[in-house]
């Protein structure tokens, strides 16, 4: 979960925001983004690419 958040949304490794109060709501929407991908996955019945962020 820590590497997709840092790798796969790539402006949490290079960001410019200081301090936790300004990080978590980014990181909760990146929670959700994710989230809505493997809900959208198995709503369209493709739950073995729920994982993947890559194929949209």
Same mark, same amino acid.
């Given at each position: 979960?820590?590497?997709? !958040?840092?790798?796969? /949304?790539? /402006? /949490? #490794? !290079?960001?410019?925001?200081? &301090?936790? *109060?300004?990080? =978590?709501?980014?990181? &909760? %929407? @990146? !929670?959700?983004?994710? %989230? @809505?991908? *493997? %809900?959208?996955?198995? =709503? #369209? =019945?493709?739950? @073995?690419?729920?994982?993947? !962020?890559?194929? *949209?």
């Amino acid at each position: 979960m820590n590497s997709r !958040l840092d790798v796969s /949304f790539g /402006f /949490f #490794e !290079l960001h410019t925001i200081r &301090g936790m *109060a300004e990080m =978590k709501p980014r990181t &909760g %929407l @990146a !929670l959700c983004v994710m %989230l @809505a991908i *493997a %809900l959208g996955r198995i =709503k #369209e =019945k493709q739950p @073995a690419k729920m994982r993947s !962020l890559v194929c *949209a």
